[in-house]
């Protein structure tokens, strides 16, 4: 399994870190996609993925509930970073809009949002995108960068929809967009309407599992029945199982699959 994001370097993590990174490998998960959120987090991310090459792969971005009054020179501070650390860097992220916290800096958050999808165009990165109670702007945004007379041909970006718990049409328009969507614990809570959304039904086919990718969002999101614990990524084989479900095959071949999705998506080796 690959966890396609995880904040690892977040302080819920930080009593025990390496025995937490350590328990992920022995359960057999390959590798482990860190994203930045601020300044801030820039060099603890670089300095984890150093300690563990080949298996923490580091992203660097600003974050929507990140973005406030020092916003541009936050996001010059990361520029500069990603520039200046591209050869280690799998992806820019995490980027994108989130209105369920605060709208004081809306405008803001989707400059920014802008800003960073044109540089990860310009330096061929992929993007992990979050997106909260902003759907319609997060896909009018993506629309103006991506496509061309309604198409997006031959489109330079790519990227991950990270925790999708959206509807059929908003999936149709992400696949459309050709990005990926991240599925992690929340397929496993109660009540929740997404692996009937990834089946598809009415004028929907099912979700191509092609297009998918696991990932906790850790700390967060843990799935059940390990809820409101600090997630890890081993129990995204928690997530596989229901995804076996949802693709009538088997745990192995979701994670394969998603595996193999996850590599080509982010370029690993
Ligand atoms: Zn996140």
Redesign the pocket.
């Known amino acids: 399994m690959i966890d396609t994001?995880i904040?690892i370097d977040e302080e819920a993590y930080a009593p025990d870190r390496e025995e937490v990174i350590a328990r992920q490998r022995e359960a057999g998960v390959e590798a482990m996609l860190i994203?930045g959120v601020n300044a801030a987090s820039i060099e603890g991310i670089l300095d984890i993925a150093r300690r563990h090459p080949g298996y923490c792969y580091p992203a660097l971005g600003l974050h929507p509930q990140d973005v406030a009054a020092d916003w541009q020179t936050q996001w010059a501070v990361i520029e500069q970073a990603i520039r200046a650390h591209l050869d280690e860097l799998i992806a820019i992220g995490?980027i994108g809009l989130d209105y369920y916290w605060d709208t004081t800096y809306k405008s803001e958050q989707q400059e920014v949002f802008r800003m960073q999808l044109e540089l990860a165009q310009e330096l061929h990165l992929p993007v992990m995108i979050?997106s909260r109670e902003a759907t319609e702007d997060c896909l009018r945004i993506l629309k103006e960068i991506q496509m061309v007379n309604g198409k997006c041909p031959n489109s330079k970006l790519t990227g991950v929809l990270?925790c999708f718990n959206g509807s059929r049409e908003t999936a149709q328009q992400i696949l459309d967009l050709g990005l990926y969507l991240g599925i992690g614990g929340v397929i496993t809570f109660k009540n929740c309407k997404l692996a009937e959304t990834l089946a598809g039904g009415g004028r929907f086919e099912r979700v191509p599992l092609e297009r998918l990718v696991l990932e906790t969002?850790g700390p967060y999101l843990a799935p059940v029945p390990h809820r409101g614990e600090r997630n890890e990524s081993r129990w995204m084989e928690l997530v596989a199982e229901r995804l076996a479900l949802v693709y009538e095959t088997d745990k192995k071949t979701i994670i394969e699959v998603t595996n193999s999705n996850a590599k080509r998506l982010f370029r690993l080796k």
């Open positions: 994001h904040h994203p995490e979050h990270h969002d």
